[in-house]
């Protein structure tokens, strides 16, 4: 029997049959240029790193990895689904423990580096449309954790957790212990706690695959070791089935019927991260409006402050297209956006309008409209403020710009009732803003420059209410 692709008489190991009943010899299967459908799930299932000299499984498992990796970042299903075609039902054993907490079913388990590289995938934050829920990852995080992993001698790695949605458990000594069968594809583990340590394993991944390329395969003085050592570290992993706990919550009508396992990973991604000062205060801020939109309630740190998620979906709306504040808002608080007003900022300085009693019985769409006609007119009346070539200059969108005017916001709806003067329409707000169109709003020279923190704040309101009250005696 020849090999269907060298054409050579195949001596030792066959593999096959595959189209046409086309049989391939050892050496061409495990040539890591040719893909065969059944290759990666056999490598995976037989390989461990092993060391000290690269054999033809490893290096195959090397490239199946790094194939994987390129999708750990906000993966296609429609791209995971092809990958589950072409290699059918292939499944990885994870050792394992059941246990339930509440209405809840647990797996303790344990991973290896390199399986947890090859399942993983983080549902990143977007800021274009204000999906995902987790953090941006930092390259100097990254290392400082690689250099951790390979300098410490004690790296102690706490455990990870994340979400399956296709698992399954099989019990070997009795109902809690066995193990965990997962799908061969990427993404089989969505991350909720755990993407920087797992990304510290991507970089020693990364530069072992450099040094490899630069050293050649058959490399025999230790290094090779001591990365197989970092790809074979067991850590401690933690898994819940999100579909099944969105399953058995909709069914109890717990929570409403159209809440789906993302909404439960985000919960959960909250729940853990909300004292971790890592985790942005824009973004923050974020999940917790699409948490409590969910219909996930009774988080505390939450419940604390609910106005706040009231404010974020009419942030979004005013930083959306043809918004008044369009481009201008950074929503998920991502270093670098040249975005100047901070989600986080925002949200804070409309506490005393979101405070306001005659302001809180609105209904959501009435207090959207009372901001977007009062931002619509201050942005009418100083237009070169939001000029994104040239804001920068001004201080309005800066910090002390956007608590001053949000905190003015409350007195100009105030004086709107007061005076009968419905506040929804934007031409009634022109007579109460159109005074600030003369005040010095430049970073160099206006008199808010020297004001900072909250007595600045409160200032700078004071200053603007007072400019309002002189146009309108000036105006009788």
């Known amino acids: 029997m020849r090999c269907a692709c060298c054409g050579m008489e195949i001596l030792g190991q066959k593999f096959g049959p595959y189209q046409n009943n086309e ?20 490598i995976i299932q037989r390989c461990t790193f092993k060391g000290p000299r690269l054999s033809n499984e490893e290096l195959n498992l090397i490239e199946i990895i790094d194939l994987y990796r390129q999708q750990s970042i906000n993966p296609n299903r429609a791209v995971s689904d092809i990958w589950e075609q072409v290699l059918g039902k292939q499944r990885i054993k994870i050792p394992a423990m059941r246990a339930r907490q509440k209405n809840i079913l647990l797996y303790f388990g344990k991973i290896k580096a390199y399986e947890l590289l090859l399942l993983s995938a983080v549902d990143q934050w977007s800021d274009n449309d204000c999906e995902g829920y987790q953090r941006n990852q930092y390259n100097s995080k990254k290392r400082e954790i690689k250099d951790y992993l390979q300098k410490c001698p004690i790296p102690l790695v706490p455990a990870i957790l994340g979400s399956i949605k296709d698992g399954q458990f099989i019990p070997e000594n009795g109902d809690c212990f066995g193990h965990l069968e997962l799908p061969i594809i990427p993404g ?8 920087q340590r797992t990304s510290g394993f991507e970089v020693v991944f990364q530069e072992f695959k450099e040094f490899i390329k630069n050293n050649g395969f058959d490399v025999d003085n230790g290094i090779i070791e001591q990365y197989y050592e970092l790809f074979n570290f067991e850590l401690p992993i933690v898994l819940i089935n999100s579909i099944k706990i969105s399953d058995k919550v909709r069914t109890e009508k717990k929570l409403p019927e159209d809440i789906d396992p993302t909404d439960i990973e985000r919960a959960f991604f909250f729940i853990i991260n909300k004292t971790q000062k890592a985790v942005n205060a824009s973004l923050k801020d974020e999940l917790a409006y699409k948490t409590i939109s969910a219909g996930i309630r009774g988080i505390p740190v939450i419940e604390k402050e609910l106005w706040r998620t009231e404010v974020v979906p009419i942030a979004n709306s005013l930083n959306g297209e043809q918004g008044p504040l369009e481009g201008l808002i950074n929503l998920g608080g991502v270093p670098g956006l040249k975005k100047p007003i901070q989600l986080n900022g925002f949200v804070t300085s409309l506490k005393s309008l979101f405070s306001n009693e005659h302001f809180t019985s609105l209904t959501a769409e009435k207090k959207r409209e009372f901001l977007h006609a009062y931002w619509g007119m201050i942005r009418e009346i100083i237009p070169e403020t939001f ?6 200059k001004f201080l309005l969108t800066k910090s002390i710009g956007i608590y001053s005017l949000n905190n003015l916001a409350n007195d100009i709806f105030n004086h709107c009732l007061n005076r009968h003067v419905d506040p929804f329409l934007k031409e009634n707000l022109r007579s109460y803003l159109y005074p600030l169109k003369n005040f010095d709003w430049s970073i160099e020279t206006s008199p808010f420059a020297i004001l900072a923190g909250k007595k600045g704040v409160k200032r700078a309101k004071e200053m603007m209410i007072e400019l309002v009250k002189v146009a309108e005696v000036n105006e009788a």
Do not use: H, T, V
């Open 188 to 195: 089989s583990i969505a991350l909720l706690d755990g993407q």
């Open 23 to 42: 049989y391939y010899c050892e050496r061409c299967w495990y040539d890591p240029s040719l893909f065969f459908p059944d290759k990666p799930g056999k």
């Open 387 to 392: 000029d994104k070539e040239s804001y920068n």
